[in-house]
C-alpha cells in the first residue's frame, strides 16, 4: 500500500513511524531540510525534500497508485490545497489536518474531495474532557467515532478490584464492568487474562460503551467527584476548545496565559470563562485566583516542561485534578511519580485518528493504545471465515491479545468465554506488537475447510 | 466636504417633501375644511426650492461620510422649515417659530405641542401632523439601520451585522435594498394597526392618524385630551402592543415575518427592553395601588402600562396626567425618557443597547477589582464587542448627558423652575414629547419664549440624530475640502 505524507512535523513523524513499521510504502514529503534531516535518521521510509502542493512533484511521486494521502503540516491552507491537488490526480483516500473552524460546515470540513479532516486541538481537548470528568482516570480514547470508548484508570488499593483476578471480578460482577484490554505495571503493557490478578498502582484500560466504562471506574477509584471548576493553562486553540466544551457543562473555568495577545483572542472567543493574563509558574497571582481550589488543572500549553511545572505548582497547592500535555516519552513516564494524575498528547490522537483509514489485508485500522504501547487494530470478518461460529475461549486465540469489542450494526457488545463470532462482525483487537504477526495470521486464514 | 452635492441631495428631499404636502391638501379638499390651499402654495414653493437646489448642486459619483453627516443633519432641519410652511399660512397655527416647532416635533416623531386646542384645528393640518410623524419615522427607521451604521455613529455598527438584505459593497444600492425591506414592514404595522383601531370603534381618520402617530412613536394625537379622550381599554391595549412593536428593531420584525421568530428572543436588546418595562410597570402599580388612584387592578395596570409604554418607546400618548400620581413615577418616567427604545426603532433616547452596553462595562470593571489580571471582552448577542465599539458608546451616553445638563442650565438660567427645565429637556432630547413640570402631559409648549422654543427644536433632532450627527458639524474641519 502506497502511503504519501506532506509535513515531517510532529504528527507526521508519528503517523510516519506506525505506518511504516507495519510495511506500508510511506513516502514523507518535507520542504524544511533541516527537519527533514532530523527526522531522516529513526525512519524507514522514503524521503522527498520538496513543497507538498507543488502538483510538478506531486505528479512525480504518482499519485494514481496512491492509497492514502495526508496533508499533515501545521498550515491548514497548505494542506486543503495539498488534498485538493492530490485529488485531481487520482489519490483514493485524501486525509488533510484542519484547525481553523472556519473550515466546517456543522463539524464536517467544507471539501468534498477531502475524505477525513482531523483536528488534534478538538481530538485532545475532548480527550482532556473526558479524563476530567472521571476521577481516577489517566487517558480516554474514542474509536469508531464513539462508539467504543477506552478509558485507563489507576486501581488504588483500598478499591474493589485491587487483589482480584480478573475471572473472580468477572464472576462477581458479571456485565456490570468493563473488559480490560490492556495493563501496564511498572513500565510494563501485558495484556491480562483471566488469572491475571490486579494490583494496586495498575493501569488498567477499560474498553466498552460509554456507559459501561463510566460504571466500571466506581471499581478501581471509588471517591467519583464532580467537576466544578478547572484552571486551563494555555489560552490557544485547544485550551479554547477545551474551555468552551467545559463551560457548556456548566463548569467555571478560568483560562492562564502569559501573552496578553493569545489571551484578548481567547477572551474574544469564551463568553462564560474568566480569561487571566499571568505566567503560569507566576505562583502569587495563581494563588489569588484560587489555584488550590480547582477540581481540576490542565496544563496546555506549548512548552511542555512549563506544563509538567504548573501541574506541579497547581497539586502543591492542592488542585484535585492534574492533566498535562506531553508528547516526549521520557517526560510522560515520570508524570505518575511526580503526581500528577493524566498525560495528553495531541500528536498521538492524531496519528490514532489517521490510521483508523489504512487497509491491509484484513485489517481495516490500527492505532496505538495511547501511551500503553499496546496496538489496536480493527479487523473485519467475512462469512466462512473459521472463527465464525465458535465460543471464544475455544478459538484459540493468539497469546497476549485480547478482543476488546464486538461491533455489530445493532451496538456493540463486550465479549466473553461465550460470545460466538458471527460473519460481519467487526473485532477491536488489543495487543502487544510481539503477537501482531501471529493475529495477522489468525485473521488472514482462508475459509474453513467443510 | 462636497458641498454641491450635499445641496443636491437637499433639493430632492426638499422636492419630496413638498410631494407629500399634497396628501393633507387633499384631505382639506375632501373635508372641506379651507386648509388646502395653503399646502398646495406650501408645496409649490417647496417644489421650487428643491429643485433649484437640486439643479444647483452636482451629482456626486460618490457621497462620503462628512456628506453624510451634512445631508442627514440638515436634511431634517430643511424639511422642518418646509414642513411648518402650510401650518402658519392657513393660520392654523399662528407664527412661524411655532409652526417650525411643531413640525420639527412632528418629523422628529417627538410630539411636542405648541397647541392648547387641538381638535379645533382642521383635519388637513391634524392629517399633516400625523403625516410628518409617519415619514418622520421612515427616514429614522433607514437612518438607523443602514445609514448610521455606515458613519459609525455612537456604536451603531452594533447591528450592522444584523440588518437584514444583501451586503452590497456600495453605499447606494444596500440602502436603498435595506430601505424598501424595512418600509415593508412598517407600512405593514400600520395597516395593521389601522384596521384594529377601526374594529375597537376609532373612525377611519382617527385610526390613521393615530398609527402613524403610534408606528413613528411620535405621539399627536387628534384630541385634546390624547388617548385619553376615548376612554376605551380595548384602545389602549392595542396602543400599548403597537407603540411596544414600534419601539422594536425593525430588522428583528423582519427576521420574525419571514419565519425567525427566535430572532426576538435571542436578542439581549430585546430582552432588557421588555425586562425594563416590566420593572417599571410593576413598580408604577404598586405605587398607584398603594394609594388607590385608579378603581380596579386592570385600570392601574392598563394606565401604568400606557404610560411606562409610551414613555420609554418615547411615543408620549397619555391616557392620564402622570403628574398627579406619587412622585416615584415622575422619576421613573423621567429614567424611561432618557433609556428611550432600541435601536433600529422609530423611538429616541439613548437606547437600550447603550443602557446595556454601559452596565457591562460597569460590570467589567468591578470585576476587573476581584481579577486584577483578568483579559475581558464585552459580549452583545453572543458576539464580541471590540473596546473601540465600546467606547464610541460611552462617548455617546457621555455626550447626551452634556447636552442634556446644557439644556437644564440654559433653561433654567432662563428662569424656569427645574422640574421643568428637566422635563423639557429630556422629553425633546429623547423626542418623547410630553415632559414634567410646566410641560406635563395636561400642558404644552406654547407658552416658552422664542429661544426656548428654538432651542428646544435644536434639542429635537440632536437628540433624533444621535447627537454625534449633528455635533459633528460644529467643527471646522468637516466643511473643508477633504
Known sequence: MKIVIIGAGAVGYDLARNLSASDHDVILVERDAEVLAAVQESLDCRFEHASGVSPAVLERIGMKDCDLFAAVTDRDEINIIACLTADRRGARVKVARVRDEDYYVSGHIAFRSIDLAINPDHEAAHSIREILFRSGAREAYRFLGGRVRVVAATVESDSYVAGKSLRDLNRELGDSIALVAAVVRDGETLIPHGATVLQPDDTVYFTGTRRLVDRSLYYVHTQQEPLQKVMIVGANPMGIELARDLVAAKVRVKVVDGDPERCRIASEQLHHALVLNVDPVDTAPLMDEGIGEMDGFVAVGVDEEVNILSCLLARRQGATRTVCLVNRNDYVELLPQLGIDAAVSPRRATSASIARFVKRGAVVSSAQLGFSGAEVQQYHLPAGHPAVGIPLKKLGFPADAVIGAVIRPEGVETPSGQTVLRAGDDVLVFALSSSLPAIERFFSAGPRPS | ?482
Request: charged share 10%.
Open chain 2, 1 to 482: 466636504m462636497n458641498l454641491r452635492s450635499v445641496i443636491r441631495v437637499l433639493g430632492f428631499l426638499l422636492g419630496g417633501t413638498a410631494a407629500s404636502l399634497l396628501l393633507p391638501a387633499a384631505v382639506s379638499a375632501i373635508y372641506g375644511d379651507g386648509d388646502a390651499w395653503s399646502f398646495l402654495v406650501s408645496a409649490a414653493i417647496g417644489g421650487a426650492v428643491g429643485a433649484a437646489l437640486h439643479f444647483a448642486g452636482a451629482r456626486a459619483s460618490n457621497i462620503g461620510a462628512r456628506e453624510g453627516f451634512a445631508v442627514v443633519a440638515l436634511g431634517w432641519f430643511a424639511v422642518g422649515l418646509l414642513g411648518g410652511l402650510p401650518l402658519c399660512l392657513s393660520g392654523q397655527i399662528p407664527g412661524y417659530t411655532d409652526a417650525v416647532f411643531e413640525a420639527v416635533s412632528g418629523f422628529t416623531t417627538t410630539g411636542a405641542t405648541i397647541l392648547t386646542d387641538i381638535e379645533s384645528r382642521s383635519h388637513g393640518v391634524l392629517f399633516w401632523r400625523a403625516l410628518t410623524h409617519w415619514l418622520g419615522g421612515m427616514g429614522i427607521v433607514v437612518l438607523a439601520l443602514a445609514i448610521l451604521p455606515l458613519l459609525g455613529v455612537g456604536g451603531m455598527q452594533l447591528f450592522r451585522a444584523e440588518v437584514p438584505g444583501p451586503v452590497a459593497e456600495r453605499l447606494t444600492p444596500r440602502i436603498r435594498q435595506t430601505a424598501k425591506l424595512l418600509w415593508g414592514v412598517y407600512v405593514l404595522l400600520t395597516a395593521a394597526e389601522t384596521a384594529a383601531l377601526m374594529i375597537a370603534g376609532l373612525s377611519f381618520f382617527d385610526a390613521v392618524c393615530h398609527s402613524f402617530a403610534t408606528l413613528a412613536t411620535g405621539g399627536y394625537s387628534t384630541r385634546n385630551a390624547s388617548v385619553g379622550a376615548y376612554a376605551n381599554p380595548a384602545v389602549e391595549w392595542i396602543i400599548i402592543v403597537f407603540s411596544l412593536g414600534a419601539g422594536l428593531n425593525f430588522a428583528l420584525h423582519y427576521l420574525a415575518l419571514h419565519g425567525r421568530f427566535r430572532a426576538y428572543v435571542r436578542d439581549d436588546e430585546f430582552r432588557f427592553f421588555l425586562y425594563l418595562i416590566a420593572v417599571a410597570t410593576a413598580v408604577l402599580a404598586v405605587a398607584l395601588l398603594a394609594i388607590e388612584y385608579y378603581p380596579d387592578l386592570h385600570a392601574t395596570i392598563r394606565h401604568a402600562a400606557f404610560q411606562v409604554v409610551t414613555i420609554i418607546t418615547t411615543t408620549g400618548f397619555s391616557t392620564a396626567d402622570y403628574l398627579l400620581w406619587p412622585p416615584v413615577a415622575h422619576v421613573i418616567l423621567l429614567l424611561l425618557m432618557v433609556v428611550g427604545g432600541c435601536t433600529g426603532s422609530t423611538s429616541g433616547g439613548i437606547k437600550v443597547v447603550r443602557l446595556l452596553v454601559l452596565l457591562k462595562v460597569g460590570k467589567s470593571e468591578l470585576r476587573k477589582l476581584l481579577h486584577p489580571r483578568a483579559v475581558t471582552t464585552l459580549w452583545f448577542n453572543d458576539r464580541a464587542v471590540s473596546p473601540q465599539l465600546a467606547m464610541n458608546v460611552l462617548g455617546f451616553v457621555l455626550l447626551y448627558g452634556l447636552v442634556f445638563v446644557f439644556g437644564v442650565v440654559a433653561l433654567t438660567l432662563g428662569g424656569r423652575d427645574l422640574l421643568t427645565a428637566t422635563g423639557a429637556t429630556a422629553a425633546t432630547l429623547g423626542n418623547v414629547g410630553p415632559g414634567l413640570g410646566d410641560v406635563g402631559p395636561a400642558y404644552n409648549y406654547g407658552f416658552l419664549l422664542a429661544w426656548e422654543k428654538w432651542l428646544l427644536i435644536v434639542f429635537m433632532l440632536v437628540g433624533r440624530l444621535e447627537i454625534f450627527t449633528v455635533l459633528v458639524l460644529f467643527f471646522p474641519e468637516a466643511w473643508r475640502r477633504s
